[in-house]
T-cell receptor, first 111, second 121 residues
Framework: ELKVEQNPLFLSMQEGKNYTIYCNYS?????LYWYRQDPGKSLESLFV?????AVKQEGRLMASLDTKARLSTLHITAAVHDLSATYFC???????????FGGGTRLMVKP | GAVVSQHPSRVICKSGTSVKIECRSL??????MFWYRQFPKQSLMLMAT?????????EQGVEKDKFLINHASLTLSTLTVTSAHPEDSSFYIC?????????????????FGSGTRLTVV
């Protein structure tokens, strides 16, 4: 059974600081997704990572994937208040052909 | 890009009544759709996988008779919460797996609806 663990679950940081969110998963997968969710809203797709060593960047967010370690990271550079949201990683479950979500990281960026 | 429309966005119903939530893929055919439930400050929990023209596959612990799923066409799946109770109050989100998106790098991706906030009073 695929299990996805995300940490930290809650992150409070100052504007301008850097931080990393971690996503570990338990079984082999061929792709991993990162999503953002604002309060009361649905999910917004951020990144899809397809292969070992994949790195994608959009603005202040950068995601990477290490399939051997079964680990993905979402790095935040020089955080701004607008990045405050909950971030989810989701791992493609090859066996069931569906997504399994991590517990989410609630990010709060303080001015 | 692929768009999934979900309605209603918000519904309040009385305990004991039924509520239907619709999920439509607007610009692609979705042979498979997923229904999730999300409680406040928690992650998404998969309730069921809906396949066009066949019965839905429910996750363990999800009552089939309470959460009726119909996927009668390639663009529409519905979730009906029957005899709703206050504990069914939650945020319900659908997702569609897109096989036929032109120009995509992936054989398929996952597109999410905007969600439905259900409050049972």
């Amino acid at each position: 059974e695929l299990k996805v663990e995300q940490n930290p679950l809650f992150l409070s940081m100052q504007e301008g600081k850097n931080y990393t969110i971690y996503c570990n998963y338990s079984t082999t997968s061929d792709r991993l997704y990162w999503y953002r969710q604002d309060p009361g809203k649905s999910l917004e797709s951020l990144f899809v990572l397809l292969s070992n060593g994949a790195v994608k960047q959009e603005g202040r967010l950068m995601a990477s994937l290490d399939t051997k370690a079964r680990l993905s990271t979402l790095h935040i550079t020089a955080a701004v208040h607008d990045l405050s949201a909950t971030y989810f990683c989701a791992v493609h479950n090859n066996a069931g052909n569906m997504l399994t979500f991590g517990g989410g990281t609630r990010l709060m960026v303080k001015p | 890009g692929a768009v999934v429309s979900q309605h209603p966005s918000r519904v309040i119903c009385k305990s004991g009544t039924s509520v239907k939530i619709e999920c439509r893929s607007l610009d692609f055919q979705a042979t498979t759709m997923f229904w999730y439930r999300q409680f406040p400050k928690q992650s998404l929990m998969l309730m069921a996988t809906s396949n066009e023209g066949s019965k839905a596959t429910y996750e363990q612990g999800v009552e089939k008779d309470k959460f009726l799923i119909n996927h009668a066409s390639l663009t529409l799946s519905t979730l009906t919460v029957t005899s709703a109770h206050p504990e069914d109050s939650s945020f319900y989100i659908c997702s569609a797996r897109d096989y036929m998106r032109q120009g995509a790098q992936l054989p398929y991706g996952y597109t999410f609806g905007s969600g439905t906030r259900l409050t049972v009073v």
